[in-house]
C-alpha cells in the first residue's frame, strides 16, 4: 500500500506543474471566470478540465502505465496542455476586458514580464532546463575532470552506458574500451567500427544486473582497461578483483586497476 | 542544397494538407489547418511506406529511399495537379465572391512584430545550445541507419547487430527512418534537422494546433495574434523543469511525443469540440463534415502510430476523443434543452 501510495505521489510530482506556472494557471482560472464565465466555460474550460481531471490524473495514468511502461510521460505532457492554452487565453481576456488602450499595453507588458519571470525566460531564471549548467552538472564534471587527468596518464577507461555519452561529448580525447564513436559531432560514423565479441560481451554484462561485477572487471582487466566508472548498483560494492574503488560520488564509482599499467 | 532541403521540409506539409482540402472539397478549412492536416498526413505517409516496404517487404535502406523519392515525387505532382485544376475551375468559373479581409491595423502590426521577435528568440535558444542537444537516442540512431544502410539492426550505441530483432511495436516507429531519409536526399547535417528544423516545425505546429482550438473562442484577428504571442512566451519561458511541456517542445520538438502531445492532441480537441457545430453549419456540402471530421481523427490516429508506436499516443489520443465527445454530446443536448 505504502509503495503504492509512493507510487502516485511520484507520478503525481511528474505530472503536475510544477513551479510558478502552476500559479498562472490557478489565476488564470479565476480570470477566464470572471471576465467572461457564460461564453469561455463550455468552449475552454471544460474540455481541457476533462482532460486533465481523467485522461492526466495520475489514477488513471498509473493504471493504464501498468500495461503500457511508457504512457506516464504522455500523461505528464497532456497535464500541461492547459498551460499552453489557459495561460495565454486568460492573459487575451483579460487584456481585450480593459477600455483604456494604455493600461491595455500597460498591462500587456506587465504580462510578457509576469510570465517570463513565472517561467524560466532565456535561461535567465534558473531551473532544470538544458542550459550546460544543469544538465552536465558538478558531479559529472568531477567524474570527466578525473577521466581526462587518467587519460593523460594513459589510462583506457570502461564508463557504462549512462556516463559514455558525457565523456565523449566532454571529455578530453578520453581512451574509452568502448562507444568513442558516440554522438560524436558532424558526421563522425566510427560508431560502426565493429568491435570484438569480447567487448560486446562486456558491454552486455554491464546492463545485466544479475551478472557478477568480478566477472566484467575480469573480462575489463584483460582488456587492459585502467579504469571503470559505473553507476553506484548493489553489486559494485562487494566487488573484491583487481580495482580498487578511487573515487565516489552520489551517483558514481570509479575503479582503478591497483597497478597503472 | 541544404537550402532547398530546409524549403522543401518547410513546405512539404503545405503541399500535403492542399492536396487533402483540394479532395475534400472544402473552403472552410483554414490555411493553418491546411498546414497542420498536412503536416500530420506526411507523417502518416512516410509511416504508411515504411510499413509496406520495411515490415511487410524486408526492403533495405536504400530501397525504401526509392519508395520515399516516388512518394515525395506523387505527392509534388499531385499538388501541382490540385494547383492547376483550382485555376483552370476559377478561370471557368469565375472568381466568385470576394471574402472580405478587414485590412490589419497598427496595433496588429506590432503585435505580429513582437510574436516574430520572440520566434527568433527561440530560434536563437535553440541554435546556440545546438551543443549540448546531443543525448539522446534519435541521432545516433539516424547515424546508424545512414552508414550501414540498414533498418534497426545495429545498436547504435554499441554498433552490436540486434540478432533478436525488435518487436514490432517499435519497429512500427519510422520516424528516425524518415530524418535518415531526409539527411541523405539534401545532405542536411543530422543535428540541423533533428534539433532546429524539426523542432521549429513543431513549435509552428504546436501554436498552429493551440491557435485552431481556440479559434471559436478567440473570434478575432487581434485577439488570435495576443494569444500567438502569449502563447510564445509561455513556450519560450516553460522549460523551468524537464517535465515541462516547453521543455519538451524546445528540446524534444522532434521527437515522437512531443509531436503528438503538442500538436495532434490538441488538434484532437479541437475536432471534437468542433463536432457538432461542423455538422449544424453544414448546409449542402459535397462530404459530410463528420466523414471529414472522422478522416481527420483517422489521420491524426494514423499518425501517432507511425512516430510513437502502437501504444500511448494512439491510446490516449482515443481516451482523449472519447471523453471529450461524451462532454461536447451532453453540451449540445443541454443547450438543445435550453432551446
Given at each position: 500500500?505504502?509503495?503504492?501510495?509512493?507510487n502516485?505521489?511520484?507520478?503525481?510530482q511528474?505530472?503536475?506543474?510544477?513551479?510558478?506556472?502552476?500559479?498562472?494557471?490557478?489565476?488564470?482560472l479565476?480570470?477566464?471566470?470572471?471576465?467572461?464565465e457564460?461564453?469561455?466555460?463550455?468552449?475552454?474550460?471544460?474540455?481541457?478540465?476533462?482532460?486533465?481531471?481523467?485522461?492526466?490524473?495520475?489514477?488513471?495514468?498509473?493504471?493504464?502505465?501498468?500495461?503500457?511502461?511508457?504512457?506516464g510521460n504522455?500523461g505528464q505532457?497532456?497535464?500541461?496542455?492547459?498551460?499552453?492554452?489557459?495561460i495565454?487565453?486568460?492573459?487575451t481576456?483579460?487584456?481585450?476586458?480593459?477600455?483604456?488602450?494604455?493600461?491595455?499595453?500597460?498591462?500587456?507588458?506587465?504580462?510578457?514580464?509576469?510570465?517570463?519571470?513565472?517561467?524560466?525566460?532565456?535561461?535567465l531564471?534558473?531551473?532544470?532546463?538544458?542550459?550546460?549548467?544543469?544538465?552536465?552538472?558538478?558531479?559529472?564534471?568531477?567524474?570527466?575532470a578525473?577521466?581526462?587527468?587518467?587519460?593523460?596518464?594513459?589510462?583506457?577507461?570502461?564508463?557504462?552506458?549512462?556516463?559514455?555519452?558525457?565523456?565523449?561529448?566532454?571529455?578530453?580525447?578520453?581512451?574509452?574500451?568502448?562507444?568513442?564513436?558516440?554522438?560524436?559531432?558532424?558526421?563522425?560514423?566510427g560508431?560502426?567500427?565493429?568491435?570484438?565479441?569480447?567487448?560486446?560481451?562486456?558491454?552486455?554484462?554491464?546492463?545485466?544486473?544479475?551478472?557478477?561485477?568480478?566477472?566484467?572487471?575480469?573480462?575489463?582487466?584483460?582488456?587492459?582497461?585502467?579504469i571503470?566508472?559505473?553507476?553506484?548498483?548493489?553489486?559494485?560494492?562487494?566487488?573484491?578483483?583487481?580495482?580498487?574503488?578511487?573515487?565516489?560520488?552520489?551517483n558514481?564509482?570509479?575503479?582503478?586497476?591497483?597497478?597503472?599499467? | 542544397?541544404?537550402?532547398?532541403?530546409?524549403?522543401?521540409?518547410?513546405?512539404?506539409?503545405?503541399?500535403?494538407?492542399?492536396?487533402?482540402?483540394?479532395?475534400?472539397?472544402?473552403?472552410?478549412?483554414?490555411?493553418?489547418?491546411?498546414?497542420?492536416?498536412?503536416?500530420?498526413?506526411?507523417?502518416?505517409?512516410?509511416?504508411?511506406?515504411?510499413?509496406?516496404?520495411?515490415?511487410?517487404?524486408?526492403?533495405?535502406?536504400d530501397?525504401?529511399?526509392?519508395?520515399?523519392n516516388?512518394?515525395?515525387?506523387?505527392?509534388t505532382?499531385?499538388?501541382?495537379?490540385?494547383?492547376?485544376?483550382?485555376?483552370?475551375?476559377?478561370?471557368?468559373?469565375?472568381?466568385?465572391?470576394?471574402?472580405?479581409?478587414?485590412?490589419?491595423?497598427?496595433?496588429e502590426?506590432?503585435?505580429?512584430?513582437?510574436?516574430?521577435?520572440?520566434?527568433?528568440?527561440?530560434?536563437?535558444r535553440?541554435?546556440?545550445?545546438?551543443?549540448?542537444?546531443?543525448?539522446?537516442?534519435?541521432?545516433?540512431?539516424?547515424?546508424?541507419?545512414?552508414?550501414?544502410?540498414?533498418?534497426?539492426?545495429?545498436?547504435?550505441?554499441?554498433?552490436?547487430?540486434?540478432?533478436?530483432?525488435?518487436?514490432?511495436?517499435k519497429?512500427?516507429?519510422?520516424?528516425?527512418?524518415?530524418?535518415a531519409?531526409?539527411?541523405?536526399?539534401?545532405?542536411?547535417?543530422?543535428?540541423?534537422?533533428?534539433?532546429?528544423?524539426?523542432?521549429?516545425?513543431?513549435?509552428?505546429?504546436?501554436v498552429?494546433?493551440?491557435?485552431?482550438?481556440?479559434?471559436?473562442?478567440?473570434?478575432?484577428?487581434?485577439?488570435?495574434?495576443?494569444?500567438?504571442?502569449?502563447?510564445?512566451?509561455?513556450?519560450?519561458?516553460?522549460?523551468?523543469?524537464?517535465?515541462?511541456?516547453?521543455f519538451?517542445?524546445?528540446?524534444?520538438?522532434?521527437?515522437?511525443?512531443?509531436?503528438?502531445?503538442?500538436?495532434?492532441?490538441?488538434?484532437v480537441?479541437?475536432?471534437i469540440?468542433?463536432?457538432?457545430?461542423?455538422?449544424?453549419?453544414?448546409?449542402?456540402?459535397?462530404?459530410?463534415?463528420?466523414?471529414?471530421?472522422?478522416?481527420?481523427?483517422?489521420?491524426?490516429?494514423?499518425?501517432?502510430?507511425?512516430?510513437?508506436?502502437?501504444?500511448?499516443?494512439?491510446?490516449?489520443?482515443?481516451?482523449?476523443?472519447?471523453?471529450?465527445?461524451?462532454?461536447?454530446?451532453?453540451?449540445?443536448?443541454?443547450?438543445?434543452?435550453?432551446?
Open positions: 500500500m505504502r509503495a503504492l501510495a509512493d502516485m505521489y511520484t507520478l503525481f511528474n505530472s503536475k506543474m510544477e513551479g510558478s506556472y502552476f500559479l498562472l494557471f490557478a489565476i488564470s479565476v480570470v477566464l471566470f470572471s471576465v467572461n457564460r461564453k469561455n466555460k463550455w468552449l475552454a474550460l471544460y474540455p481541457v478540465a476533462i482532460v486533465v481531471l481523467v485522461v492526466a490524473n495520475p489514477v488513471t495514468v498509473w493504471l493504464l502505465s501498468l500495461v503500457f511502461p511508457v504512457l504522455y505532457l497532456i497535464a500541461l496542455i492547459p498551460l499552453l492554452i489557459y495565454p487565453f486568460a492573459a481576456e483579460l487584456i481585450v476586458s480593459i477600455k483604456n488602450s494604455r493600461a491595455r499595453v500597460a498591462l500587456f507588458l506587465i504580462l510578457l514580464f509576469l510570465i517570463s519571470v513565472c517561467g524560466n525566460l532565456f535561461g531564471f534558473g531551473g532544470d532546463t538544458k542550459i550546460e549548467e544543469n544538465h552536465y552538472n558538478d558531479e559529472r564534471k568531477q567524474i570527466i578525473y577521466a581526462d587527468e587518467a587519460s593523460r596518464n594513459g589510462a583506457l577507461i570502461l564508463a557504462d552506458d549512462e556516463i559514455l555519452p558525457f565523456i565523449t561529448n566532454y571529455g578530453d580525447n578520453v581512451p574509452i574500451l568502448y562507444g568513442q564513436d558516440i554522438m560524436m559531432f558532424n558526421s563522425d560514423l560508431i560502426l567500427d565493429r568491435y570484438d565479441d569480447g567487448i560486446i560481451a562486456i558491454h552486455n554484462m554491464m546492463w545485466d544486473k544479475t551478472e557478477n561485477f568480478n566477472s566484467i572487471t575480469a573480462m575489463a582487466y584483460a582488456y587492459g582497461c585502467d571503470i566508472i559505473v553507476r553506484r548498483f548493489d553489486r559494485a560494492r562487494i566487488f573484491e578483483g583487481c580495482y580498487d574503488i578511487d573515487l565516489q560520488t552520489e558514481y564509482l570509479v575503479y582503478k586497476v591497483r597497478e597503472l599499467r | 542544397m541544404d537550402i532547398l532541403g530546409i524549403i522543401v521540409i518547410i513546405t512539404m506539409p503545405y503541399m500535403a494538407g492542399y492536396i487533402l482540402k483540394c479532395v475534400v472539397n472544402n473552403k472552410e478549412i483554414s490555411q493553418i489547418e491546411t498546414y497542420l492536416t498536412g503536416f500530420f498526413f506526411v507523417f502518416l505517409l512516410q509511416g504508411v511506406v515504411t510499413f509496406i516496404q520495411y515490415m511487410i517487404r524486408g526492403c533495405s535502406f530501397k525504401l529511399c526509392s519508395s520515399y516516388i512518394a515525395f515525387i506523387v505527392l505532382a499531385a499538388f501541382l495537379a490540385c494547383v492547376i485544376a483550382r485555376l483552370i475551375l476559377r478561370i471557368v468559373k469565375g472568381k466568385g465572391e470576394k471574402v472580405y479581409h478587414p485590412k490589419f491595423r497598427k496595433v502590426y506590432v503585435l505580429i512584430a513582437i510574436a516574430l521577435v520572440l520566434f527568433v528568440g527561440i530560434v536563437l535553440v541554435v546556440g545550445l545546438l551543443d549540448y542537444l546531443r543525448l539522446d537516442m534519435m541521432l545516433p540512431t539516424i547515424r546508424t541507419t545512414l552508414a550501414t544502410g540498414t533498418i534497426y539492426e545495429y545498436n547504435p550505441i554499441t554498433s552490436e547487430p540486434f540478432t533478436l530483432g525488435l518487436i514490432a511495436s519497429k512500427i516507429i519510422s520516424l528516425p527512418i524518415f530524418y531519409y531526409i539527411c541523405r536526399l539534401f545532405g542536411i547535417a543530422e543535428p540541423i534537422l533533428i534539433y532546429v528544423i524539426m523542432t521549429l516545425q513543431t513549435l509552428v505546429c504546436t498552429f494546433a493551440c491557435l485552431i482550438f481556440m479559434m471559436p473562442v478567440l473570434r478575432s484577428r487581434v485577439k488570435s495574434i495576443l494569444f500567438t504571442v502569449f502563447l510564445a512566451v509561455v513556450i519560450l519561458s516553460g522549460d523551468y523543469f524537464s517535465g515541462s511541456i516547453g519538451k517542445l524546445l528540446w524534444n520538438g522532434y521527437s515522437g511525443d512531443a509531436i503528438v502531445a503538442g500538436t495532434i492532441l490538441p488538434y480537441m479541437y475536432i469540440t468542433d463536432w457538432y457545430r461542423s455538422i449544424r453549419d453544414a448546409g449542402e456540402k459535397a462530404w459530410s463534415p463528420a466523414v471529414i471530421n472522422l478522416l481527420k481523427l483517422i489521420l491524426c490516429v494514423g499518425a501517432s502510430l507511425f512516430i510513437t508506436g502502437i501504444t500511448s499516443g494512439i491510446l490516449l489520443i482515443m481516451i482523449e476523443a472519447s471523453l471529450l465527445g461524451v462532454a461536447s454530446i451532453i453540451r449540445y443536448k443541454i443547450e438543445e434543452g435550453k432551446k
